[in-house]
């Protein structure tokens, strides 16, 4: 059994900052591409950031700049640091990570969602 557990959002001013964890538990022999997606009320899952295992990293247009997805290998974590929060940004976060288990595929899990609120 592979768990994904995220922590770290809340409320927050406009401008202000927050730092998202995510962290991978159970029978892992690898993690691949580890990911942030959100979902606002009313709008589809969206891409926020992702990272490669080897670190190469991506951005949605409308974040970069302004978050940096980092991850910690040894942990089986991935962050996301977000800075300069506008209220747009108010949505439900969600890990995303292509995990391969000591035995068996690799396969896609998601984590439960932490809600992320900027007030104006």
């Known amino acids: 059994q592979v768990q994904l557990v995220e922590s770290g959002g809340g409320l927050v001013q406009a401008g202000g900052s927050l730092r998202l964890s995510c962290a991978a538990s159970?029978?892992?022999?690898?993690?691949?591409?580890m990911a942030w997606y959100r979902q606002a009320p009313g709008k589809q899952r969206e891409l926020v950031a992702g990272i490669t295992s080897g670190g190469s990293t991506n951005y949605a247009p409308s974040v970069k700049g302004r978050f940096t997805i980092s991850r910690d290998n040894a942990k089986n974590t991935v962050y996301l640091q977000m800075n300069s929060l506008k209220p747009e940004d108010t949505a439900v976060y969600h890990c995303y990570a292509e995990i391969k288990r000591t035995l068996g595929p690799t396969l896609v899990h998601w984590g439960q969602g932490t809600q992320v609120t900027v007030s104006s």
């Open positions: 159970g029978s892992i022999f690898s993690i691949n591409d």
